[in-house]
């Protein structure tokens, strides 16, 4: 079945310079033609045509750095009671929640309990919609570290579903774990965090050589990695390891800024989980050590953020969603937030789709609209290279198609036949 995309304006997310009057021809899960309305023609009637007079058409949307399976509470002690099969009912909820909001693809930065595992096997099998889900098991933690979920939690609580290492040998036996359980790349807390009571951002997490053996594990295997990486010892270590990608990134020095670019290293910088909890503060219900630590930290992220941009790092957007108040399918604030801290609209439109493609390994089959790639694309009301904001209401995401199948439509008027 063929679907044809017509008349509005493309922003195809390669860096060219937006087509007026376009038109994007789809044949099952693919993009087959792109071009304009001139020059992409169909004779069938056997052909479903979109009139996206007026709007935008966009690669769908891809979030770097969310945590699927969480849900955004500001108290995370509430999530000791749940059940994990009601975990994986809700995660099922965020994945729809997500994709209906525009995000087709998302890589995902730790979850328990494999719930992120089953979630992505059922988006897969056509059992519940989703994003395209790429996915991290358990990240591995020093005991006591950001990822060790006893961080701050009471003692008497038994606690599955995490990766504690505190070796070399043991980081090797964890990360080859999640692997053999179905991660797509290895998550390592390289530092301390702001949600994790008992320690500080620029407290240096897994060592260099737990880390080594953790990446040299992934790549065996043709993975990638990713850090939670924000204080510089940790992220320099980190870096010196072998990591993909600095996620987070809090304080970037020139060295480390040079190392990134050297070694082809993305930054995520996940604004929006810091810029949440500042924001609502201890009256919202995050507890005081968050938020002071969150405060501490922004001022000299914003400056990295930027140093970084300005000196060519590349970025790829991510929300940490799951975060207090930073919840599914509001990824896009995340945008808004890039532009105050000094990208242009397009950067920040490009890392949402070809960097965060490219970071993700998949730009060959997502991330812009061209020819052979898979059809995963928004149409949406607005201008979001005038204003990245247009793509935050719901209701400006007129229509959202995933691998040619259409997820969601909000008045985008179609007919059958050319
Ligand atoms: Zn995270």
């Known amino acids: 079945m ?40 169909v004779t069938t009637p056997d052909v479903e045509v979109f009139d996206a007079t007026g709007k935008t058409i966009l690669p769908g949307l891809i979030d770097a750095h969310v945590h699927i ?18 975990m994986a009912i809700r995660t099922a909820q965020h994945a729809k929640t997500t994709l209906e909001a525009g995000i087709t693809a998302l890589r995902d930065a730790g979850g328990g309990f494999l719930v992120d ?25 020093i005991t006591g570290g950001h990822g060790d979920s006893r961080n701050g939690w009471p003692p008497e609580i038994e606690f599955k579903g995490r990766s504690v290492v505190d070796s070399p040998d043991e980081a090797r036996r964890a990360a080859r774990e999640q692997l053999r359980d179905g991660a797509d ?6 530092t301390g965090g702001v949600m994790s009571e008992g320690d500080v951002p620029t407290a240096r997490g897994l060592t260099l050589e737990e880390m080594r053996a953790a990446i040299e594990e992934a790549n065996n295997v043709g993975k990638k990695s990713m850090s939670h990486a924000q204080g510089s010892t940790g992220i320099k270590n980190a870096i010196l390891a072998g990591i993909n990608s600095i996620d987070h990134g809090f304080y970037l020095t020139d060295e480390i800024i040079e190392l990134m670019i050297k070694k082809d290293v993305f930054l995520v910088p996940t604004l929006a989980a810091v810029h949440h909890i500042v924001v609502k503060g201890t009256e919202a219900g995050i507890p005081e050590y968050g938020v002071r630590k969150a405060r501490e930290a922004q001022a000299a992220h914003l400056k990295s953020f930027k140093k970084a941009l300005d000196a060519g790092v590349k970025i790829a957007m991510g929300t ?23 990208m242009t609209p397009k950067q920040a439109l490009l890392a949402t789709t070809k960097m965060a493609a490219e970071l993700m390994g998949l730009l060959d089959k997502i991330g812009t609209v061209e020819e052979g790639k898979l059809a995963d694309i928004v149409v949406a009301s607005g201008n979001p290279l005038e204003d990245v904001t247009v793509l935050q209401p719901l209701e400006n995401i007129k229509l959202v198609m995933k691998g040619g199948a259409v997820v969601v439509n909000r008045g985008v008027p179609f007919v059958m036949g050319a």
């Open 185 to 190: 790349h290895i998550k390592l807390h390289a």
């Open 69 to 86: 399976t969480g849900s955004g509470d500001p108290d995370r002690l509430k999530s000791l009671k749940e059940l994990v099969p009601h």
């Open 320 to 342: 940490d969603a799951a975060t207090p108040y930073n919840y599914h399918g509001k990824n896009m604030l995340e945008l808004e937030l890039m532009v105050s801290a000094g």
């Open 2 to 41: 063929l679907k044809l995309i017509k008349g509005g304006t493309l922003i195809d997310c390669t860096g060219k310079d937006p087509v007026h009057d376009a038109a994007v021809l789809i044949d099952g899960d693919k993009i087959v033609k792109v071009g304009t309305t001139a020059t992409v023609t």
């Open 117 to 141: 595992v089953a979630v992505k096997q059922a988006i897969n099998e056509g059992l519940i919609p989703g994003p395209r889900l790429q996915v991290a098991c358990h990240g591995l933690s």
